[in-house]
């Protein structure tokens, strides 16, 4: 990454370690950026080795690899404290590398039978890892030693121990002496290489941690910052629509800036997300519904970065990407950011904004990088693997590279794509400008030339409306990687007009002969860079920046490929054999920029006119394959026809209606991309299959199904390739008759369709709230206490009450008119107190009762009411009809409450051990008469077409019987007080006909 300032040298951060193929030959020149920790030396053996049993270890032992030099500047202060504490790592050879390689690559090139039929998560260890033998022989020996062993990586490849300065000499057969680096920083420099049993050695790649003298350091210009320090500020608009029942599901775009983001790119010329989505052409993907959805990624971070920031960040573009840490290693330490783990999350966040992200940060050294892209692979639960940090090739020693080389293929293994950025020194990877002793020779950056790596190249984009206007980045604050790799040969997906040119090379990392008797190229493809033309806006420690380098370019490609992944069965893993193919067929114009402009030869960066002896500038744009800019830049539709399986993986849109009811039945379309694939396909409404009539590439007809839950459900359409992965614009809700339920402290509980308008709970009251009724639509309720005051919430109007007013007896229930305009209060001597537009019908107050009356309900016309007492007598008055009534009939439990039919032609009533009676054209549908109860029953409810019921007990338990819906209850959760009453909530709109 490099952030922008007014002539300024440019900077750039990188990562540390990597891995190589072959055994490394140790150059004595320094690395840029400075590799990270711990030193590793690499036993020069064959991969391949048989299990090596325990007695091996007491064979003699051998040198491995090349002694480590003392870096530029750096001067040897004396022995190391003999009883410092010094943890090593031993990395592992898998045995059989050949079978590893056949599997990756029949698992990454289109048209294998076994194309993307990837490793299950945690199988790579046991299938591909050392023995168990290898493994206890190499515990053995360490044991052996005087070393105290750690653990075992889940993928067998590194086993970690550790021993004070003179058990680790006495150990590996080394000298330990202190070494005080230009920086001031006292690290550790063993002597020699490391010295391992030579039975162990075909087992044995490489020893971590003897020597610590070098460390990633990212250097960056002064960022250009929104005069004023441009503070929070009101968010852009969301990524996604409202998740509101009925609303309009707009086609996904681009996030929208916030002002203050907009203000510093319109005053600097950067762009924002919206604006690589234009030039790259994300945003073909965005009009599918391609953001990411259910897509993770992992991003390699040796620096920690301010949550506030990144939280800042996406409020300002209306995002709501999660973010998790993993710390490995304890994780990065708290101090020295340098904005690069930021500028990574953000530019995920803005470009696949509906994917998830997973930190892993990690210390800044060869161990702790090494262990962080161990835990990215080993977790296996990120598709997608990013990484800006790096280091020049020249600087790495074996080991390391060779077991992140291993740990790379197992990424492509389990289907994971690794993206890593080319480095900001153009041609001359190991160039770092603060350095006295600069090194201006030709050399790429690793982990970038990796075999298994999609390394990323920078350009400049001078518009974001002419991608065709692109050029190599190339002034003087910086250059994109790109050249010859000096430890990796060709590998044959490298193929395609361009790829060999006068400029290819097998003698840096000694080629075989034959037809490919050339070293690996990089990069691969590329996108902008330039931090003084466009750059990426970056919110870092409280200010807004504009900042750029490859390492804005490799997250890019990152988030490119989540959008890709996006509702496929399989992701698309190792996509460099994919990309390269799609660059040599006739699609290649749809798939690529082609940049021919332009090269990395970094003479502005550098300060120096050669061209390295070659008579032309290393190296240049030209058409097609180049070492500048690698097969181009991306146009995200052609990148996602080349890395999906034929027919494309499904994404969903929207739907022609947002909602139906509860009975299905109802025909909903399916709007989409790819949605027709290998035959008609399956549709899911939540857990339910529904009836497809009609299907095509962009829309699905279908028949809802029924379900046995009111609420949200995702609509999921599944193809031969893939599922379409929930967004908001797949939700569907069932509509139906639900409830809210009432309790004495005048909490509100709701479930299925009801709405939450507010309550009394939490609030004193002078007396405890017995019932409650609901506006007709579900817009709103009232509460009633014992002393007959009301409480409105939502649209419910007030138009009176009792409180306050004298009572013969307490009120123990109410009633809404119809219409919602009124209601009716009932007291336990059957006195009815009426408000609104409720008319007064008559009542029981003042004549004798056998026993109270617990309860009341209206006609559904308004023109009457009944009253029912606690020994099951009914009274009617107004136009409500006598059906009946438990009244001098033994009962077991007493009458709590009762329940119209929506016609007027019946009524149940229940019992508080869930007794029903049903009278008049009231259908008895069960009961929990004669079942064991927690609690006793309180209330009930009716459906409004007159086929169920719901019961409700004091503890908030629900028992639905008929067609009544159950969505939920409180039994079972802690209440502040009993549950008293429930009622009917019916969505405005929905058509029970």
Not at 214 to 237: D, K
Not at 394 to 403: D, E, F, K
Not at 924 to 951: K, R, T
Request: glycine share 16%.
């Amino acid at each position: 990454m490099t952030k922008r300032s007014e002539g300024a040298a440019r900077a750039l951060p990188r990562r540390c370690v990597s891995i190589g193929l072959a055994t490394r030959r140790v150059a004595a020149r320094w690395v840029h950026g400075v590799l990270a920790g711990s030193l590793v030396v690499l036993v020069g053996v064959a991969l391949s080795a048989p299990a090596v049993g325990a007695a091996g270890a007491t064979s003699s032992p051998v040198r491995v690899g090349s002694a480590p030099a003392i870096p530029p500047g750096g001067m040897v202060v004396g022995r190391a404290p003999g009883g410092t504490r010094v943890p090593v790592e031993v990395a592992l050879a898998v045995p059989h590398p050949g079978a590893l390689a056949r599997f990756v690559t029949a698992v990454s090139t289109p048209g294998s039978p076994d194309y993307h039929h990837y490793l299950a998560r945690g199988s790579f260890g046991p299938r591909f890892g050392p023995s168990a033998g290898t493994l206890a022989a190499v515990r053995t020996w360490l044991r052996a030693a005087g070393l105290a062993v750690g653990a075992t990586a889940p993928d067998r490849l590194t086993v970690t121990a550790s021993g004070t300065v003179t058990e680790v000499e006495r150990a590996f057969g080394v000298a330990e002496s202190t070494v005080r680096l230009p920086s001031g920083r006292v690290a550790l420099l063993a002597s020699a290489a490391p010295a391992v049993p030579v039975s162990l050695a075909p087992a044995v790649a490489g020893v971590v941690g003897l020597t610590t003298t070098v460390r990633p350091a990212p250097a960056f210009t002064t960022a250009r910052r929104l005069p004023g320090g441009g503070g929070r500020s009101t968010a852009g608009s969301p990524m996604g629509p409202s998740a509101d029942v009925g609303s309009p599901r707009p086609a996904l775009a681009a996030p929208t800036a916030c002002s203050a983001a907009a203000e510093l790119a319109q005053a600097t010329g950067a762009d924002t997300p919206a604006g690589f989505a234009q030039a790259y052409a994300f945003d073909a993907l965005y009009g599918e519904g391609r953001v990411g959805h259910g897509v993770t990624i992992g991003l390699e971070e040796l620096e920690q970065y301010n949550a506030s920031d990144v939280a800042e960040y996406e409020s300002c573009f209306g995002l709501s990407v999660p973010v998790t840490d993993v710390n490995v290693d304890g994780g990065a330490p708290p101090v020295g950011q340098s904005g690069e783990a930021a500028l990574d999350i953000e530019d995920v966040a803005g470009l696949a904004p509906g994917a998830s992200i997973v930190v892993y940060s990690a210390p800044a050294s060869s161990s702790g990088s090494l262990d962080d892209l161990q835990a990215m692979v080993d977790d296996d639960q990120a598709q997608v693997l990013s990484t800006s940090w790096g280091v020049c090739d020249p600087g790495l020693v074996g080991g390391v590279a060779t077991t992140e080389n291993v740990l790379l293929e197992q990424a492509a293994a389990q289907g994971q794509t690794f993206v890593a950025a080319a480095g900001d020194s153009g041609a001359e990877g190991c160039y770092q400008s603060n350095q006295a002793s600069a090194d201006t020779a030709l050399a790429v950056d690793d982990p970038a030339d990796q075999p298994f790596a999609l390394g990323v190249g920078g350009t400049t984009l001078p518009s974001p409306s002419d991608p065709g206007g692109q050029t190599v980045w190339n002034n003087s604050e910086g250059a994109g990687g790109g050249g010859v790799s000096q430890d990796f040969p060709m590998p044959t997906w490298q193929a395609g007009p361009g790829v060999v040119s006068s400029l290819s090379s097998g003698t840096p990392c000694s080629a075989s002969p034959g037809e490919y008797a050339y070293c690996r190229e990089v990069p691969d493809v590329s996108a902008a860079a330039d931090p003084s033309v466009g750059g990426y806006l970056e919110y870092f420690e409280g200010q807004w920046d504009v900042v750029g380098g490859t390492s804005g370019a490799a997250p890019l490609w990152a988030a490119l490929v989540a959008d890709v992944d996006q509702g496929c069965g399989a992701p698309v893993g190792f996509a460099n054999p994919a990309l390269y193919a799609a660059a040599a067929g006739s699609d290649a114009a749809a798939t690529f920029t082609d940049v021919t402009s332009g090269n990395n030869n970094p003479m502005a960066y550098t300060g120096t006119s050669d061209a390295q002896g070659s008579g032309g500038a290393l190296y240049p744009a030209t058409v097609g394959y180049d070492m500048a800019s690698g097969l181009g830049t991306p146009i995200a539709s052609g990148i996602a026809a080349a890395l999906q399986p034929s027919g494309g993986c499904p994404s969903v849109t929207g739907l022609s209606a947002p909602s139906g009811t509860a009975r299905g039945g109802d025909a909903v379309t399916i709007s989409g991309s790819d949605l027709v694939a290998g035959g008609m396909p399956t549709v899911r409404f939540g857990s339910a299959t529904a009836t497809v009539t009609a299907a095509s590439a962009t829309s699905v007809t279908v028949v809802t199904p029924a379900t046995l839950t009111l609420g949200p459900v995702e609509v999921t359409v599944s193809t031969a390739n893939g599922t379409s992965p929930p967004v908001p614009q797949s939700a569907y809700t069932y509509l139906g008759p639900s409830y809210d339920l009432v309790a004495s402290d005048g909490g509100i509980f709701t479930f299925g369709n009801a709405q939450f308008h507010g309550s009394m709970g939490g609030y004193p009251l002078n007396k405890p709230i017995v019932g409650m009724a609901a506006v007709p639509g579900g817009g709103g309720y009232w509460e009633v206490a014992s002393d007959g005051g009301i409480f409105s919430f939502g649209d419910a109007q007030f138009y009176g009450s009792m409180g306050g007013h004298p009572l013969n007896q307490p009120i123990v229930g109410m009633a809404a008119v119809p219409g919602g305009g009124g209601y009716w209060e009932v007291a336990s001597d059957g006195g009815i107190f009426s408000f609104g537009d409720a008319q007064f019908y008559g009542s029981m107050g003042g004549h004798p009762l056998n026993k109270p009356i617990v309860g009341m309900a209206a006609v559904p016309g308004g023109g009457g009411y009944w009253e029912v007492a606690s020994d099951g007598g009914i009274f009617s008055f107004g136009d409500a009809q006598f059906y009946g009534s438990m009244g001098g009939h033994p009962l077991n439990k007493p009458i709590v409450g009762m329940a119209a039919v929506p016609g007027g032609g019946g009524y149940w009533e229940v019992a508080s051990d869930g007794g029903i009676f049903s009278f008049g054209d009231a259908q008895f549908y069960g009961s929990m008469g004669g079942h064991p109860l927690n609690q006793p029953i309180v209330g009930m409810a009716a459906v409004p077409d007159g086929g169920g019921y719901w019961e409700v007990a004091s503890d908030g338990g629900i028992f639905s019987f008929g067609d009544a819906l159950f969505s939920g209850s409180m039994g079972g959760h802690l209440l502040n007080k009993p549950i008293v009453g429930m009622t009917e909530i019916t969505p405005a709109g929905l058509n029970l006909t």
